[in-house]
């Protein structure tokens, strides 16, 4: 999960975080000669640091438990009668993935490509299968290849290293993009880059959601909330619990 850090002992969390083993918790020391310290669940990319936060906020601004809601659609655990059922949750024990924590935003820090680069290249060479990154750049700022090459060329170059990269599970990785929350009719950057799967959101009317992008360079709709028709619907029919 390349966002803002994991809640990774979490009770509903903790039995899906993938674990450095290598790593010693808490020594300061690189004990794997991977060039990161302290590495147990993942990295801190915004203070180059083991120590992955995932509640920095003040007056409002900063962390709001997004990389941690993002972990839990994915692999919060299932039937353990504790918060939500993970997409790819398992029982805690065996059927569920593992959640590697790539913190690139940290508090109101943090988001730039070379930050995202880091992590992607990180993510691969520790044997992640999927990049899930549910952030993107404003369609109005970024829209077309030439522009977004421009500025995210490192990061460009980090998902294809993270697409190429063989693993034990996948000949090659897989990364999805949020296809954008700026209600335009194509997809953001990263995600309309060809080879990423892009994610628009839908509503519980199964139309796109207010926010959200759609159409050209998005590969799949997902549930993924829409309180501007809470009217019609209850709150928790219009959100996405996690």
């Known amino acids: ?12 969390l903790a039995a899906n975080m993938w674990v450095n083993t290598a790593e010693t918790p808490g020594d300061g020391i690189d004990n794997d000669n991977n060039g990161y310290v302290d590495d147990v669940y993942g990295y801190n990319f915004v203070e180059m640091s083991g120590d992955i936060t995932w509640n920095i906020n003040e007056d409002g601004k900063g962390d709001n438990g997004h990389g941690t809601h993002c972990a839990g659609t994915i692999a919060a655990v299932n039937n ?3 918060g939500v059922a993970g997409v790819a949750g398992g029982n805690g024990e065996t059927g569920g993935v593992k959640i590697m924590s790539c913190q690139i935003f940290s508090g109101t820090k943090g988001g730039d490509a070379l930050g995202t680069a880091r992590a992607l290249k990180y993510a691969a060479d520790m044997g992640a299968t999927i990049a899930s990154c549910s952030f993107g750049y404003t369609s109005s700022s970024i829209n077309s290849d030439d522009i977004y090459l421009g500025i ?13 990269k063989n693993n034990g599970v996948l000949d090659g990785g897989v990364v999805i993009f949020s296809a954008g929350n700026d209600s335009r009719g194509f997809a953001s950057y990263p995600g309309a ?12 009317d199964y139309l796109p959601a207010y ?20 009217s019609h619907y209850n709150a928790s029919a219009a959100g996405v619990l996690s």
């Open 193 to 204: 880059c060809e080879g990423i799967i892009s994610v628009s959101s839908i509503g519980p």
């Open 211 to 230: 926010y959200t992008n759609y159409g050209p360079g998005c590969e799949i709709s997902v549930p993924g909330g829409d309180f501007s028709i809470v």
């Open 80 to 82: 353990n009668g504790i």
């Open 152 to 164: 995210g060329a490192a990061e460009k170059d980090a998902i294809d290293y993270f697409e190429a």
């Open 1 to 12: 999960v390349i966002d803002q850090g994991v809640y990774y002992s979490h009770p509903d």
